[in-house]
C-alpha cells in the first residue's frame, strides 16, 4: 500500500509539474505574438516615410577623407522615438536597404520629414519636372516648411531602376564631400521609390552649355567648374573606402548651386572599386564611354578619367559628344594650338587662350587611348589648380585682340564646315 502512495504521489507531482510548464510555454507564445504584431504594426505605420541621411540638413556640406560607418549614424535607442517598438535588432532584420547604407530611420527627437502624399503635394501632382535622372524624372518640390528640394521618382516598370535606386541610397548614406550633391533622404511606399536631393538652383552644367535660355558662361567660371569637378571624382577615387566608379559622368550630372559651384551627382550606375569584379554589360552614357571598357568589359577609375575630359572638352567647346566633339578634339590635335579652331566662339574676347590651351592639353592626356597612360585624378586636380593659380600679367597673357577674334571666328566656322563635309562623306562610304 505504501508503494503505491508513493506512485500516486510521484503522478500527481509529475502531472503539475507538466501543467506549470504548458502555462508557462502558453504565457511565452501569447507575449511573443503580441510583440510580433506591435513591431509588424510599427512598420506598416512608418512604411511611406522618408527615411532622413543626417541631422545636418540640406544646405550642409561635409568634406571628409574617410566614409562614415553605421554606428556614426545608429548609436542605440536615440534615433528611435519614444513609444516606438523598434529595436535596433528589428530594424536592421526588418529593413535590410536601410541597415545596408547606414541611415538611420527617423530624426532624433523629430517627426519623419514628409510622407508621399506631401511630395505630390509640393511637387503640384509632379508636374514640376527638372529633367531625367538615370533611372526616372527628377522634381521640384517646395515643402510645406518652405524647403526646396528635388524628388528623383523611380518609373513603376524599371526592374534596373530599383537597383541603381539602392546602389544610390548604399553609397550616398556614406559618402559626403562639398562637391557631391547631398542626398537629403528617401522613401519607399507601396512599390512607390523617390530620392530626395538637395535642391540644386542653378540646374546643370549641360544646360548651361547648350540651352540659348541660360546665361553664358565665363571662362573662369568653366575653369572653376572643372576644378569642382575634379575634387568631388577624387573624393570618390581617392577618398572613399573603398574607392567608388561613377560610371556616367557627363555634363548633365554636373550640377550648379546658388553659387556656380558644380557638384557630381546621380550615383546609380556607381560601383565601388572593391567589388566582385564579375563583368556585366556596358553601362554608361553614349559619347562618354571609355572606348577601352567597350573592348575589355571593364571598367576602372581611369574610365572615369576618360568621361571627365570629354566634359573638360565640353566646357572648351560647347560641343555636344554626340554631336562628332571627338571629330573636332581629333582635328584640332593635329597642331599646338589647334584647340583655339573649335573655342567656343562666346568665349572669344573672354579668355586667355594659354589657359585654354593648357586646359585642352589636360583633356588630351585624360582621353589617351590606353588607359594606363592616362593620369589619375589627383594629377588632373594639380594640373588644373595650376592652371587656374598661374595668372599672367596682362602683357603677357596671349589674350585675344578685336582682330584676332574675328579672324579665329571665321576660321572656326569654316573649319565646321569642312568637318561637316567630311562627316557626309564618311556616311556615304
Not at 510548464?21 to 511573443?32: E, H, M, P
Not at 573649319?415 to 556615304?428: D, F, G, P, R, T
Request: charged share 25%; aromatic share 8%.
Amino acid at each position: 500500500m505504501a508503494h503505491k502512495g508513493e506512485l500516486v504521489v510521484i503522478g500527481i507531482s509529475v502531472g503539475v509539474a507538466l501543467g506549470i510548464l504548458i502555462a508557462v510555454l502558453a504565457f511565452l507564445g501569447i507575449c511573443w505574438f503580441k510583440k510580433r504584431s506591435h513591431l509588424q504594426n510599427a512598420n506598416n505605420d512608418h512604411s511611406g516615410m522618408i527615411l532622413p541621411i543626417r541631422k545636418n540638413g540640406l544646405d550642409s556640406s561635409i568634406d571628409s577623407s574617410a566614409s562614415l560607418s553605421v554606428s556614426e549614424y545608429v548609436t542605440g535607442s536615440d534615433y528611435l522615438p519614444k513609444g516606438s517598438h523598434f529595436s535596433w535588432w528589428s530594424y536592421r532584420s526588418k529593413n535590410g536597404l536601410a541597415s545596408a547604407s547606414g541611415i538611420p530611420r527617423y530624426l532624433y527627437k523629430s517627426k519623419p520629414l514628409c510622407v508621399p502624399r506631401d511630395i505630390q503635394k509640393a511637387t503640384q501632382n509632379f508636374t514640376t519636372i527638372l529633367g531625367q535622372g538615370s533611372f526616372g524624372p527628377v522634381y521640384k518640390a517646395s515643402m510645406a516648411t518652405g524647403e526646396v528640394v528635388a524628388v528623383k521618382v523611380l518609373a513603376s516598370d524599371s526592374k534596373q531602376g530599383e537597383k541603381e535606386f539602392q546602389t544610390e541610397v548604399s553609397l550616398l548614406g556614406r559618402l559626403h564631400h562639398r562637391n557631391l550633391v547631398n542626398l537629403v533622404g528617401y522613401c519607399v511606399d507601396k512599390g512607390q521609390h523617390m530620392l530626395i536631393y538637395e535642391f540644386m538652383r542653378n540646374g546643370s552644367l549641360a544646360d548651361h552649355l547648350y540651352s540659348q535660355e541660360e546665361e553664358v558662361l565665363s571662362w573662369d567660371v568653366r575653369l572653376e567648374i572643372a576644378l569642382d569637378i575634379s575634387h568631388g571624382i577624387g573624393y570618390l577615387h581617392d577618398g572613399a573606402v573603398p574607392p567608388v566608379i561613377h560610371r556616367d559622368l557627363k555634363s548633365a550630372n554636373i550640377l550648379l548651386d546658388r553659387s556656380m559651384r558644380a557638384k557630381v551627382a546621380d550615383f546609380g550606375l556607381s560601383k565601388e572599386e572593391a567589388s566582385d569584379g564579375r563583368k556585366s554589360g556596358i553601362k554608361g552614357t553614349y559619347g562618354y564611354i571609355d572606348p577601352e571598357y567597350i573592348t575589355t568589359n571593364k571598367f576602372t577609375t581611369k574610365s572615369d578619367i576618360y568621361s571627365f575630359g570629354i566634359i573638360l572638352f565640353e566646357l572648351i567647346t560647347a560641343i555636344h559628344p554626340q554631336q562628332n566633339l571627338m571629330e573636332y578634339v581629333n582635328l584640332a590635335g593635329m597642331s599646338p594650338d589647334g584647340v583655339d579652331e573649335i573655342l567656343d566662339k562666346r568665349l572669344i574676347g573672354d579668355c586667355k587662350i594659354l589657359e585654354v590651351r593648357n586646359l585642352a592639353s589636360v583633356a588630351h592626356k585624360c582621353l589617351r587611348k590606353t588607359s594606363r597612360r592616362r593620369p589619375s585624378i589627383a594629377e588632373v586636380s594639380q594640373a588644373i589648380s595650376k592652371i587656374k593659380q598661374s595668372r599672367l600679367s596682362k602683357d603677357d597673357t596671349m589674350s585675344f585682340s578685336r582682330e584676332d577674334a574675328a579672324g579665329l571666328v571665321c576660321r572656326t566656322e569654316l573649319q565646321q564646315v569642312q568637318l561637316s563635309k567630311m562627316s557626309s562623306i564618311n556616311e556615304i562610304m
